[in-house]
């Protein structure tokens, strides 16, 4: 797919950011690095690339996520594309957090962002970091050899993954399901569900499908292809077809929103949570208890 000429992105936002962003310093980082040989550290051969993936281009950069150059520029973009605050707005996924996690994945995990912050904030869990963009998963290493995390990092596709049945306790997703056709969110879903052990929690931070629907003229903006299919869509009915119960969707910021869903426990299933296992402090159904100025209530 050839980049499209004479785009909003194009005429007037991507000036805008040259100017916000420092480029001689992206630059010098970009060039301080071997992206075809770092990131064929990551690539694996059984991973395969899906057209609808491999075949657009995102945010304008051709060849989309498949380009080392949309590592480099995913970050000091994103800083100012998620009002009020980038930090807050992914804080929000962290305070939603209902279980205490032993194995945490993150799937289409980009540059890290949202997986160093689950691994701060759980420093004792695993947390595995997944992406189809091994450049991606270049610089999310990077971030987090410079944080001092321990994080491992999985080239892979989110809608099928490589690892068990029930081997997590909580799987998470920020800003990557309007980045996919609507029935490929529902792989994820479902995947999701499969690997989550029983009271496991699924949780997913994306832009607000109902804010998307009023304003159609900002789906135009950032060259998103899939974007006007997930504003049409409904991620709580998603997640209830996957089989998760006590889902719910909350507005974060008007802008976003953060859906939660939990793996039924099964009676006599063995891989159940404890009572004391779960986070009893927050009640499935009562969001406002979360504490998180992203939700409108200070702790």
């Given at each position: 797919?050839?980049?499209?000429?004479?785009?909003i992105w194009?005429?007037?936002?991507?000036?805008?950011?040259?100017?916000?962003?420092?480029?001689d310093?992206?630059?010098?980082?970009?060039?301080?690095?071997?992206?075809?040989?770092?990131?064929?550290?990551?690539?694996?051969a059984?991973?395969t690339?899906?057209?609808?993936?491999?075949?657009?281009?995102?945010h304008g950069?051709?060849?989309?996520?498949?380009?080392?150059?949309?590592?480099?520029?995913?970050?000091?973009?994103?800083?100012?594309?998620?009002?009020?605050?980038?930090?807050?707005?992914?804080?929000?996924?962290?305070?939603?957090?209902?279980?205490?996690?032993?194995?945490?994945?993150?799937?289409?995990?980009?540059?890290g962002?949202?997986?160093?912050?689950?691994?701060?904030?759980?420093?004792?869990?695993?947390?595995?970091?997944l992406?189809?963009?091994?450049?991606m998963?270049?610089?999310?290493?990077?971030?987090?050899?410079?944080?001092?995390?321990?994080?491992?990092?999985?080239?892979?596709?989110?809608?099928?993954?490589?690892?068990?049945?029930?081997?997590?306790?909580?799987?998470?997703?920020?800003?990557?399901?309007?980045?996919?056709?609507?029935?490929?969110?529902?792989?994820?879903?479902?995947?999701?569900?499969?690997?989550l052990?029983?009271?496991?929690?699924?949780?997913?931070?994306?832009?607000?499908?109902?804010?998307?629907?009023?304003?159609d003229?900002?789906?135009?903006?950032?060259e998103e292809?899939?974007?006007?299919?997930?504003?049409?869509?409904?991620?709580?009915?998603?997640?209830?077809?996957?089989g998760?119960?006590?889902v719910?969707?909350?507005?974060?910021?008007?802008?976003?929103?953060?859906?939660?869903?939990?793996?039924?426990?099964?009676?006599?299933?063995?891989?159940?949570?404890?009572?004391?296992?779960?986070?009893?402090?927050?009640?499935?159904?009562?969001?406002?208890?979360?504490?998180?100025?992203?939700?409108?209530?200070?702790?």
């Amino acid at each position: 797919m050839a980049v499209q000429q004479d785009t909003i992105w194009e005429r007037f936002l991507s000036p805008v950011f040259r100017l916000l962003i420092d480029e001689d310093k992206w630059r010098r980082y970009a060039d301080s690095i071997d992206w075809e040989r770092e990131s064929d550290r990551f690539r694996q051969a059984d991973v395969t690339f899906p057209q609808y993936y491999s075949s657009q281009n995102f945010h304008g950069i051709k060849d989309g996520y498949l380009n080392y150059r949309a590592a480099v520029s995913y970050d000091p973009i994103t800083e100012y594309v998620l009002p009020p605050n980038e930090t807050l707005v992914r804080q929000a996924l962290i305070d939603a957090v209902k279980v205490q996690p032993r194995r945490i994945l993150d799937l289409g995990c980009g540059t890290g962002s949202t997986t160093l912050m689950l691994k701060q904030a759980f420093p004792q869990a695993e947390v595995i970091g997944l992406d189809l963009s091994p450049y991606m998963l270049v610089r999310a290493e990077d971030k987090a050899k410079t944080a001092g995390l321990e994080i491992v990092w999985q080239h892979g596709n989110a809608e099928k993954t490589s690892f068990s049945d029930a081997c997590f306790d909580l799987v998470t997703a920020a800003l990557l399901f309007h980045e996919t056709p609507n029935v490929v969110c529902r792989e994820i879903l479902r995947e999701s569900f499969r690997l989550l052990v029983a009271g496991g929690q699924v949780l997913t931070l994306d832009g607000n499908q109902k804010t998307l629907r009023q304003l159609d003229w900002l789906n135009n903006i950032f060259e998103e292809p899939y974007i006007r299919e997930y504003a049409d869509g409904n991620i709580d009915a998603s997640m209830g077809s996957a089989g998760f119960e006590a889902v719910r969707t909350y507005d974060v910021w008007w802008i976003h929103q953060l859906s939660s869903g939990i793996k039924p426990t099964p009676v006599n299933n063995a891989q159940q949570y404890t009572r004391t296992s779960i986070d009893t402090t927050i009640d499935n159904n009562d969001w406002g208890e979360l504490g998180s100025p992203a939700f409108g209530i200070m702790a």
